[in-house]
């Protein structure tokens, strides 16, 4: 080790020794690169206080307390900002969405998040269509539901028509549906039911016409996309950089990426060129996905070779495998043996080698079947240090809460049932009721994060997961959990801050706004704490920070703008 590097990594607790030091006596501080004053200061701190004012030095938390107090730490190159009385909370932390295949394409495709009808949606398509090549393709790739529209129904391959002249159209709802038109069904060579990928028919209305909708399960749907043509690595690098930014506008200082269908080793190529152009908005943790079924082993042995659990640096980072471990876990509610052998043979190998693991889960029915392997693992290797996780379980038993709680296996939670809850209601009827129960789980202990599975299942916005959380009401309003079930709203927000930030073993350096910790927040456009719950998901970031940059600003904030870290 250079003697460079020996006295950096010396340095680095005496620097933060002193960051803790000013909160004690913050005159006799240095100068602080940035004040927030005058604002309302959510720390989430063991005692729940609420402060007027925090500094930022060398990327930490550097102080807490009165505006006056704070006043003192300043400079002559401090950057002051008054918050005129805003609130001020913690970055937020999605622990289970999929930036990364959203910011590959998010240049090429068509968002119908937050349209209220077929006629706004279809004229975004019109937008689209406007501003793109004559025959470029139009991708809607998921992220609404019919029942936002007014209209309750999906659109028509003829409505589709009256906007999309002349380009090829996909539009995909949840992993079950995909629109493709004339246009697109020629550039893709379906001709028949026999050009679909196995599973995948043609949809006919009651009078056995086409519908123009191609129905299937999910991996059809995941064929069928895999057909589009990829963007550029230009187009890529410049969706990545627009979606990270879009997810900064909400306050979200970081993600948890679980890899995903659709997203092939070489297309992480433009989120490590943003990476290394140090314009990365927010701090990026990433597992990697299965690529080939029945060679996960070796896949997983080959591209980790070289690359240990927690490999990079504080803006993009590697977090170990999931959440298809093996293909014949995902998904499989009645796994064979040789299924469940295989999948511990991979879990087997990365819990020796102390990589992190999240595995995909929806039913609480076949669960059995995961909990077994992994408390097969545990007698092993013990879990609990690896920080390892189920992902979505929306009806956990208390059952099945407890044996992860004996685990020490983690819960990613999303909001996918504000779309999906009528079908999984029709399903599984009062069960629902406690669907998910986030209040039992965090009183058995077990670590909670927030997220949101985004942006094929569901919209990126964390403040829509939060209010979901919160009221339990789906996008049309249906009561789908119980009160007991639902917590307060410094629970919640502690589940998508400091809750998801145990996922990458990052929970005492983010998710709090305590001296030492990483300067991650938000300054929000309306109280979190005290506006009515339907109006959480309206709310925004007006100015949001990480590591004490500024990375979004708007509104009042507009003249600290910066796109750069």
């Not at 307060?488 to 001296?515: C, K, Q």
Request: charged share 25%; proline share 6%.
């Amino acid at each position: 080790m250079s003697t460079s590097k020996s006295s950096s990594l010396l340095l680095r607790p005496l620097a933060l020794l002193a960051i803790a030091m000013a909160a004690v006596n913050p005159a006799s501080a240095a100068p602080a690169d940035l004040l927030l004053i005058n604002g309302k200061v959510v720390t989430l701190d063991a005692a729940s206080s609420v402060k007027e004012a925090l500094a930022v030095e060398a990327g930490h938390i550097a102080a807490t307390g009165g505006t006056d107090e704070i006043r003192k730490l300043a400079g002559p190159s401090t950057k002051i900002v008054d918050l005129g009385g805003r609130t001020v909370i913690p970055g937020l932390i999605d622990s289970h969405i999929h930036a990364i295949r959203a910011g590959f394409r998010f240049a090429t495709e068509v968002n119908w998040e937050g349209a209220a009808s077929i006629p706004e949606a279809l004229d975004r398509l019109r937008s689209a269509a406007a501003r793109e090549k004559p025959d470029a393709w139009l991708i809607v790739a998921g992220g609404w539901t019919p029942r936002q529209f007014a209209e309750d129904r999906r659109p028509t391959e003829a409505e589709i028509a009256t906007v999309a002249s002349g380009h090829p159209v996909y539009i995909q709802l949840f992993y079950g549906y995909v629109l493709i038109n004339a246009e697109g069904r020629e550039r893709l060579n379906i001709k028949s039911e026999d050009d679909l990928p196995e599973g995948a028919k043609f949809e006919q209305d009651f009078e056995h016409r086409p519908t123009g909708w191609i129905v299937g399960k999910g991996p059809s749907i995941v064929a069928l996309y895999s057909r589009l043509p990829k963007p550029t690595i230009e187009e890529a690098i410049e969706g990545t950089r627009q979606f990270l930014r879009e997810l900064t506008s909400y306050g979200l200082t970081g993600v948890i990426d679980p890899g995903g269908h659709n997203l092939a080793p070489e297309d992480y190529a433009a989120l490590f060129q943003v990476w290394r152009r140090h314009e990365l908005p927010l701090r990026v943790v990433y597992s990697i996905f299965a690529p080939r079924p029945g060679k996960e082993l070796e896949d997983f042995q080959a591209f980790t070779q070289f690359l240990p659990n927690g490999m990079g640096d504080d803006w993009l980072r590697f977090n170990g495998i999931g959440e298809c471990v093996t293909w014949g876990m995902y998904n499989n509610d009645a796994p064979t043996d040789a299924d469940k052998e295989a999948f511990y043979r991979v879990a087997r190998w990365a819990a020796e080698r102390g990589l992190r693991l999240t595995q995909h889960w929806n039913n609480d029915r076949s669960v059995h079947h995961l909990l077994d392997v992994l408390e097969r693992v545990n007698r092993e290797v013990p879990l609990a240090p690896l920080r390892w996780s189920i992902a979505h379980l929306h009806d956990a038993s208390d059952e099945s809460l407890q044996r992860m709680r004996a685990l020490g296996v983690g819960w990613l939670m999303q909001d996918g049932l504000y779309f999906a809850a009528p079908s999984y209601i029709a399903e599984r009827g009062t069960r629902m009721q406690r669907s998910p129960p986030i209040v039992s789980a965090r009183k058995l202990g077990i670590v909670v994060g927030g997220g949101t599975d985004a942006n094929r299942v569901m919209v990126e916005n964390p403040f829509v997961s939060l209010r979901w959380m919160l009221d339990g009401l789906t996008v049309d309003g249906i009561a789908s959990r119980e009160k007991a079930e639902i917590p307060s709203r410094e629970e919640a927000l502690r589940i998508y801050t400091e809750g998801s930030a145990w996922f990458a073993h990052d929970e005492n350096r983010r998710g709090r706004l305590v001296p030492g910790m990483l300067a991650d927040l938000a300054v929000l456009s309306d109280d979190y704490f005290t506006v009515p719950v339907s109006h959480i998901a309206k709310i925004k970031s007006l100015l949001t920070v990480v590591g004490g940059q500024i990375v979004y600003a708007v509104g009042p904030f507009s003249d600290l703008d910066t796109t750069h870290r």
